[in-house]
T-cell receptor, first 111, second 113 residues
């Protein structure tokens, strides 16, 4: 079945530094890769997504890269701010719409 | 535009009791999904509705769980009887017809004592 590995499980950075979270997946049929941010007491909020016909996508300080050959994708956050502190989840989806999630990364941005 | 709303936000019940969770999707979203996260684990898919029809229920753990979406609007997820291992956060998500992305609600935190 589908499997998504996410690393690291925790990440601590200084304000202004960059943060990178990586995920690998196993299903060759996967074609949709969203990233969600979850703050305490809230549900996952979509921050960026990428489809398999695109290698990179950027939205202000956030970027996602996808390597379909190697079956991995990464989230890059530049110029981190304390409000970026949260749990980040990667996920993958295919034609059946269900999402398979990674276990999450707790990002802490220290002022 | 109102987001996905879930009720209740928290529920504490004893083993053997029944609990019903409710999800109101974003207006116009034909696709409705249920997921759950048990402690220390990843968020896992339970099932997917397209309007009132169950499109995929491959993630439902057993027959103690019953999901309905009568009329294709809101959905309920009933757990009967609840067991200790059912504790966790249950999320609902919705998406537009034939499309991603999925928008999540804030979840229902379910505790079974």
């Amino acid at each position: 079945g589908e499997n998504v590995e996410q690393h690291p499980s925790t990440l601590s950075v200084q304000e202004g530094d960059s943060a990178v979270i990586k995920c690998t997946y196993s299903d060759s049929a996967s074609n949709y890769f969203p990233w969600y941010k979850q703050e305490l007491g809230k549900g996952p909020q979509l921050i960026i997504d990428i489809r398999s016909n695109v290698g990179e996508k950027k939205d202000q300080r956030i970027a996602v890269t996808l390597n379909k050959t190697a079956k991995h994708f990464s989230l890059h956050i530049t110029e981190t701010q304390p409000e970026d502190s949260a749990v980040y989840f990667c996920a993958e989806g295919g034609s059946n719409y269900k999402l398979t999630f990674g276990k999450g990364t707790l990002l802490t941005v220290n002022p | 535009e109102a987001g996905v709303t879930q009720f209740p936000s928290h529920s504490v019940i004893e083993k053997g009791q029944t609990v019903t969770l409710r999800c109101d999707p974003i207006s116009g979203h034909d696709n409705l999904y249920w997921y759950r996260r048990v402690m220390g684990k990843e968020i896992k898919f339970l099932l997917h509705f397209v309007k009132e029809s169950k499109q995929d229920e491959s993630g439902m753990p057993n027959n103690r769980f019953l999901a309905e979406r009568t009329g294709g609007t809101y959905s309920t997820l009933k757990v009967q009887p609840a067991e200790l291992e059912d504790s966790g956060v249950y999320f609902c998500a919705s998406s537009q017809p034939g499309a991603q992305p999925q928008h999540f609600g804030d979840g229902t935190r379910l505790s079974i004592l």
